[in-house]
């Protein structure tokens, strides 16, 4: 293959980059992979929101399964954020809310799926999660020298 021919392979032209949501009950469980500064801006919420985009985030992009997140949190957060520590989130969001933004597919149809809520939405999607936001998987880089819990899989410095 030459040049961006193996992106015509990957995401050929005609391809759907969206798919219908599945039948859905009165919650929707989202994951979220995410860095140390982030987490920490969760927590300080109580563990009940996302902090706003920064300006070059124009979007949150929470994922619609488990291994996704494990996915980025080990092979993206863990590698390249400061300091090396990925960590999956899980939480609910009321399906009324969730089902207003289209399922984005990024990769694979049937794994690499999220929702692009966009940075001015966040407030609102925030108001609609129901429960806390819970730290279910933790993924340190090589050169992480920080300690975490294994059993919450939380920040212990």
């Not at 996915?71 to 390249?80: K, L």
């Amino acid at each position: 293959m030459t040049g961006g021919d193996w992106l015509d392979v990957l995401f050929p032209q005609n391809a759907e980059r969206t798919v219908p949501w599945p039948p859905v009950g009165e919650v929707v469980t989202l994951w979220r992979p995410t860095g140390l500064h982030e987490l920490r801006l969760v927590a300080a919420s109580g563990w009940r929101a996302w902090p706003p985009r920064l300006p070059d985030q124009p979007i949150f992009y929470p994922v619609l399964n488990r291994p996704y997140a494990e996915e980025i949190a080990r092979d993206w957060n863990a590698r390249r954020n400061t300091p090396p520590v990925g960590f999956v989130t899980e939480f609910g969001v009321r399906a009324d809310v969730a089902t207003r933004y289209a399922i984005q597919v990024v990769g694979a149809q049937d794994r690499h799926q999220e929702l692009w809520v966009p940075a001015e939405e966040l407030e609102a999607f925030n108001a609609a999660i129901v429960g806390p936001i819970r730290v279910v998987a933790h993924f340190a880089g090589s050169d992480f020298t920080g300690r975490i819990d294994p059993v919450t899989h939380l920040p212990l410095d």
